[in-house]
């Protein structure tokens, strides 16, 4: 993922990291030796970095946003028997169900099947799932607008006055979006996690094992956080601003 957006942030030593795992029988364990800490250390901060700038980029979540609409749309429209070009049966209409996929068929998912039921579905008789679709394919992506950490219902309720008196279906065109549906969410943590996914150094002088947090300063250092935001689309983008910002100052 570093790579192929050019962001220097997911880069580490994995072959250092590889090079100092170890088995501890005795606990039914892999642990790292300590001359792996600081490896493991830069790939802790990697995945936070790259969680932040990349994963969580705004264009990238507006983007996850539209398709989310346009394929619950597309759902939609088949459980009603309303959508023109569908191929029942393919793989991909049995994910958009839910329906169970061998890994096999699962393998054979590539971006090419979206892109070609998107531009489908940019000419079907359904106005909402036609506007979603051509706005993926054309980029005219939703504006992603970051929220307080708790709004109250009220705000929710002029939000949807907004959407609906611009002629928006506040079902498809008011996305909530939140950071910790993302994979990989947040920071390392050691609470309330199976202590087999835990990550253990050895360290001191009798080569005592314990968990990193324990002894990395990095570690602690790198906080939790939360972030909220809303997508809408770009046409009532300015207005749901201000409506967020009044709603902070009357907080």
Same mark, same amino acid.
Not at 177 to 186: F, H, L
């Given at each position: 993922?570093?790579?192929?957006?050019? !962001?220097?942030?997911?880069?580490?030593?994995?072959?250092?990291?590889?090079?100092?795992?170890?088995?501890?029988?005795?606990?039914?364990?892999?642990?790292?030796?300590?001359?792996?800490?600081? !490896?493991?250390?830069?790939?802790?901060? !990697?995945?936070?970095?790259?969680?932040?700038?990349?994963?969580?980029? *705004?264009?990238?979540?507006?983007?996850?946003?539209?398709?989310?609409?346009?394929?619950?749309?597309?759902?939609?429209?088949?459980?009603?028997?309303?959508?023109?070009? *569908?191929?029942?049966?393919?793989?991909?209409?049995?994910?958009?169900?839910?329906?169970?996929?061998?890994?096999?068929?699962?393998?054979?998912?590539?971006?090419?099947?979206?892109?070609?039921?998107?531009?489908?579905?940019?000419?079907?008789?359904?106005?909402?799932?036609?506007?979603?679709?051509?706005?993926?394919?054309?980029?005219?992506?939703?504006?992603?607008?970051?929220?307080?950490?708790?709004?109250?219902?009220?705000?929710?309720?002029?939000?949807n006055a907004i959407v609906r008196l611009?002629?928006?279906?506040?079902?498809?065109?008011?996305?909530?979006?939140?950071?910790?549906?993302?994979?990989?969410?947040?920071?390392?943590?050691?609470?309330?996690?199976?202590?087999?996914?835990?990550?253990?150094?050895?360290?001191?002088?009798?080569?005592?094992i314990r968990e990193i947090s324990e002894?990395?300063?990095?570690?602690?250092?790198?906080?939790?956080?939360?972030?909220?935001?809303?997508?809408?689309?770009?046409?009532?983008?300015d207005e749901m601003s201000l409506l967020?910002?009044?709603?902070?100052?009357?907080?």
């Amino acid at each position: 993922d570093s790579l192929m957006t050019g !962001a220097k942030y997911g880069i580490y030593d994995l072959e250092w990291v590889l090079h100092a795992l170890r088995i501890d029988e005795l606990d039914d364990r892999i642990y790292v030796e300590s001359k792996g800490l600081y !490896a493991v250390e830069e790939y802790l901060q !990697a995945r936070y970095y790259m969680f932040r700038q990349v994963y969580f980029h *705004r264009t990238l979540r507006s983007a996850e946003a539209v398709l989310i609409s346009a394929l619950n749309r597309a759902r939609t429209l088949i459980e009603r028997g309303e959508l023109n070009f *569908r191929m029942a049966g393919s793989v991909f209409e049995k994910m958009l169900m839910a329906e169970e996929v061998t890994t096999t068929e699962y393998l054979q998912l590539d971006d090419t099947d979206v892109m070609f039921r998107l531009k489908e579905w940019s000419r079907d008789a359904d106005e909402i799932l036609a506007d979603l679709a051509t706005r993926l394919i054309h980029r005219r992506l939703f504006k992603a607008i970051d929220l307080a950490e708790d709004v109250p219902e009220s705000f929710w309720e002029s939000a949807n006055a907004i959407v609906r008196l611009a002629g928006f279906d506040p079902q498809y065109y008011l996305i909530m979006d939140r950071a910790s549906d993302v994979p990989y969410y947040g920071d390392y943590s050691p609470v309330g996690v199976d202590p087999k996914s835990l990550i253990y150094i050895e360290t001191g002088p009798q080569s005592s094992i314990r968990e990193i947090s324990e002894i990395s300063d990095v570690v602690r250092g790198m906080r939790g956080y939360r972030i909220d935001r809303v997508c809408v689309p770009v046409e009532i983008a300015d207005e749901m601003s201000l409506l967020i910002n009044a709603q902070a100052w009357q907080s």
